[in-house]
DNA sequence: TATACATATGATTATGTGTTCATGTATTAA
DNA sequence: TTAATACATGAACACATAATCATATGTATA
């Protein structure tokens, strides 16, 4: 309990407007996707072609097992879609997904998650 | 090496095209301070109202040193700035930044860094 | 079918991150 | 000046995450 100073209305009223654990957990995690140099550097590179998992390999010079486990977390967050063709599989931008993500990332998520977040600032 | 095909042109572009590391890790860093679901309610919290240390502690149920402790990497990246009145340090959104990083987020970062980012597409 | 190639995935390990605890600093008031 | 309040910060710990290694799955080809 705070005794700087008496807020309690204050307080009440911005932790009825706040959105719930789930929603906040689930604006952060999307964010999270992004807070990694590797994937960020794959999205760069499936910016400019579709490309596969050898060749992200090559291209970040490390192992294709790496670039697996991270592919599978950008797949989770719909940010890259696959498409084999025979034993290669294909990966590029799931360009619906990105945009809006990339787009709408925070006011989206943050307005969605029930906040009274200020869209024409944006 | 990868054997799947001959793509050397391909990958030599796109990897001279790439941000140097410095940058991406730079732009994965920006992004860690969104996934953090105390951080976001944090911003949440202050884009209704000021507040000093106390009140978000109380109002997020968690210690004033955790608070403390997540306002330090708000102001790091400077989404945040302090305000000193008597004992209390009350903390705002900076709006300046938060409205530049939220917007512009990715595509200023992804951009500046060097990337043929489509700026349109957003 | 057997073999090789491309990719995926579970386990392990190293490193990073968030919270807590203890303590330090700054400000106010007695 | 001393005590109390508000906040910051370093250390320790628990947990998450990313890379690696080993291995499994899926596909093409001999």
Redesign the interface.
């Known amino acids: ?5 008496d ?1 309690a209305d ?2 009440g ?3 009825k ?3 719930d ?1 789930d929603a ?2 689930s ?3 999307n ?2 996707v ?4 590797t ?3 794959i999205i ?2 499936l ?3 579709e ?2 998992v ?2 992200l ?3 970040m010079k490390m192992n294709q097992s790496a670039i697996s486990h991270q592919l599978r977390i950008l797949r989770a967050a719909k940010l890259v879609k696959p498409r084999r063709d025979g ?2 599989i294909y990966y590029s931008l799931d360009d619906e997904h990105i ?1 809006s993500i ?2 709408l ?3 989206h998520a ?1 307005e969605a998650a029930g ?4 869209e024409e ?2």
């Not at 309990?1 to 100073?5: K, T």
């Not at 906040?115 to 200020?118: C, F």
Request: charged residues 20%; glycine residues 4%; contains cysteine.
């Open positions: 309990m705070s005794n700087c100073c807020a204050l307080i009223s911005i932790e407007a706040m959105p654990d906040l957990i604006v952060a995690e964010f999270k992004f807070g990694d140099s994937r960020i550097k760069f590179a910016e400019q072609a490309l596969c050898s060749h390999s090559e291209l034993k290669n945009s990339i787009r990332g925070l006011e943050l906040s009274n977040y200020n600032a944006l």
